[in-house]
Antibody, heavy 126, light 110 residues
Framework: EVQLLESGGGLVQPGGSVRLSCAAS????????VSWVRQAPGKGLEWVST????????FYADSVKGRFTISRDNYKNTLYLQMDSLRVEDTALYFC???????????????????WGQGTLVTVSS | QTVVTQEPSFSVSPGGTVTLTCGLS?????????PSWYHQTPGQAPRTLIY???TRSSGVPDRFSGSILGNKAALTITGAQADDESDYYC??????????FGGGTKLTVL
């Protein structure tokens, strides 16, 4: 059974930092791209960041680029999100999600986020 | 800035059929965007319903179907049940690992 368990959320002041973790099990972690998706209170979902299977390629939404850093440890089966220079608008439930990608004709594309964790809440407030 | 559009809310009677749509603020949605659909009940993680326009995720009943209708992606629920009451999100793949979520549709079954 695929499981994704996030941790590390909490209350942080504007301008502060926090690191989220996501422990993965039930699948070959080192063969899968993984992502962070967030949901502000009462709002919709927003893709935040993705790292490829070996951790060499990272991608970010414009709203977090330059402030957040995604990484992974394939020996520990763990995904991370280092969040710096936090803003009030970063307050959200942060989900870890496993990507499913398909490739055709030399091009690859994400077809879905096929498994999700339950999320960890980050609250940015003074 | 590209925005993915969804109806904010929709209502369907038990046993009825409803079609939710997913559009783009500029341009048309096609299969090249690999539309996917998720549902989410309060306090829960999202769950995948449909991917690659019309492929049902494992365990999803065939009451749920995906398609392209005109210039939008569509999710059709036939024989709506009370526990279909949920928030529904579409996602479009924009390239360069970027996926854009729609704002979600709150579906009420009554």
């Amino acid at each position: 059974e695929v499981q994704l368990l996030e941790s590390g959320g909490g209350l942080v002041q504007p301008g502060g930092s926090v690191r989220l973790s996501c422990a993965a099990s039930g699948f070959t972690f080192s063969s899968s791209a993984v992502s962070w998706v967030r949901q502000a209170p009462g709002k919709g979902l927003e893709w935040v960041s993705t790292v490829n299977d070996v951790g060499h390629a990272t991608f970010y939404a414009d709203s977090v680029k330059g402030r957040f850093t995604i990484s992974r440890d394939n020996y520990k089966n763990t995904l991370y999100l280092q969040m710096d220079s936090l803003r009030v608008e970063d307050t959200a439930l942060y989900f870890c999600a496993k990507d499913r990608w398909d490739c055709s004709g030399g091009n690859c594309y994400r077809v879905m986020f096929d498994y999700w964790g339950q999320g960890t809440l980050v609250t940015v407030s003074s | 800035q590209t925005v993915v559009t969804q109806e904010p809310s929709f209502s369907v009677s038990p046993g009825g059929t409803v079609t939710l749509t997913c559009g783009l603020s500029s341009g048309s949605v096609s299969t090249s965007y690999y539309p996917s659909w998720y549902h989410q009940t309060p306090g829960q993680a999202p769950r995948t319903l449909i991917y690659s326009t019309n492929t049902r995720s494992s365990g999803v009943p065939d009451r749920f179907s995906g398609s392209i209708l005109g210039n939008k992606a569509a999710l059709t629920i036939t024989g709506a049940q009370a526990d279909d009451e949920s928030d529904y999100y579409c996602v479009l793949y924009m390239g360069s690992a970027i996926s854009l979520f729609g704002g979600g549709t709150k579906l009420t079954v009554l």
